[in-house]
């Protein structure tokens, strides 16, 4: 687990664009953070199809998650409004 980046609790499921919205603390300040549902059932090998088992899935790989925000904060892979794309 990397104690440089926290994943918070604030995940927001966004159907019309298929994909997780959340934030990460780093070093004190806040990163948002979008991950995409293709890229959660690659991690998780599952097909997803709901709400709450995407939420369910998220939880299943929240570790991994952290190191794939620390990883991309490290190559500094910010989009222009400062959000990551995992």
Not at 25 to 47: D, P, R
């Amino acid at each position: 687990m990397n104690q440089d980046i926290i994943v918070n609790d604030d995940l927001n499921w966004q159907p019309e664009q298929q994909r997780l919205t959340f934030t990460a603390q780093w070093f004190g300040g806040q990163i948002i953070c979008y991950l995409n549902l293709s890229q959660l059932e690659h991690l998780t090998g599952q097909v997803l199809v709901d709400e709450a088992n995407i939420m369910l899935a998220f939880e299943s790989v929240r570790f991994d998650i952290e190191e794939q925000v620390s990883e991309l904060v490290g190559q500094e892979a910010f989009s222009p409004d400062g959000s990551l794309l995992l």
